[in-house]
């Protein structure tokens, strides 16, 4: 057989995916992989019913059928405090894993420098490599996830073409500050920069903190391509729904690399979605209820464990602190955890540049019960760790 591309050799499966594996494989309450076991709203299922009956089953525009960029036209209108055009600033993508592919093949040429946060949502180094582009990666630092503004300075100077923001952070869950954000938005500007942003997060935020869309601050909008999906935000992550909004020019562009690699996103779920995206703002009021409980049950359980962590700011996400358990890595943890404890989590090196292998990622987007289960079972942790970890 010829060789295959050298690309492929250049990164390797996704480590969240494959923990979703080893979950099933021991049975373990799977917190590895962030999707929710709970169901979608109810009339958006009614919805869904009523499309696979009347259709459409056919191709929608490629860039997004009409009446959904419409409707997610004024939702994000809405929160963003923009004016969005659904005619000419919205491509509909397939989840915003397509959205965040398509947005850096559309700015990037090869050999182009990318600025990335690290620790980073682990598709971003593969859209790096798939695009030709170069990652410049600036630490956000443990435990509370902030950047210094002199390396972010140096990073800029650097002369990226971009820098990819995941705010709410996924792993993190860190939530940017207007005054950091304002931060970048300067360099940005003075460096002439693209800011491709992955705010798939953007309603779960636990207050006091606030989401401010990137494109939202002062002269933005011109250079943020706006990244998005309705997977998290309506409890659909197998819809793949998502979006990328920006000016004319770039969704121009855009539409074409995504045209030809996925030529649309799934018509009939498009159709259904309408409902979800005419939703009350109540809607969004009760997510973030739900979530801010759901994180609140499971930090408290960790601090019943006696596990250190970093509280999260916004996401589903938490952070766990490993150091005090002996232990040869963090991938090494996380099979033991799934093993023996019976939970599974992300090893957090997979989601830096830097070597860090004290941390491991859960999530908690799960029904009361599961979270229940994974606690009761993250309880004995301690005492199993004291029989050794291996
Ligand atoms: N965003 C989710 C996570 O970080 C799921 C990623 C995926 O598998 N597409 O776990």
Redesign the pocket.
Known sequence: MPPLSNRIGLFTE?V??KMTRIASAYNAVNLS???PDFDPPQQLLLALKKASTCGPHQYAVTWGAPNFREALARKQSRFMGLDIDPETQICVTCGS?EAMMTAMMTVCNPGDKVIVFSPF?ENYGADAILSGALPIYVPLSPPDFSFDVEELTRAFQQRPKALILCNPS?PTGKVFTENELKLIADLADRYDTFVITDEVYEHIVYSPNKHVYFASLPGMFERTISCSSLSKTYSI?GWRLGYLIAPAKIIDGARKVHDFLTVGAPAPLQEAAVTALNFPDRYYERLQELYTGKRDFFIKGLDEAGLEYTKPQGAYYVMVDISEFECPSDTVFCEWLARVVGVAAVPGSSFFKEDVGHLIRL?FAKKQETLADALERLSHLRSLAEKGIN
Request: glycine share 10%; net charge positive; charged share 10%.
């Open positions: 996704s969240i995916r992989q962030g999707f894993t949502y996924n992550t999530h």
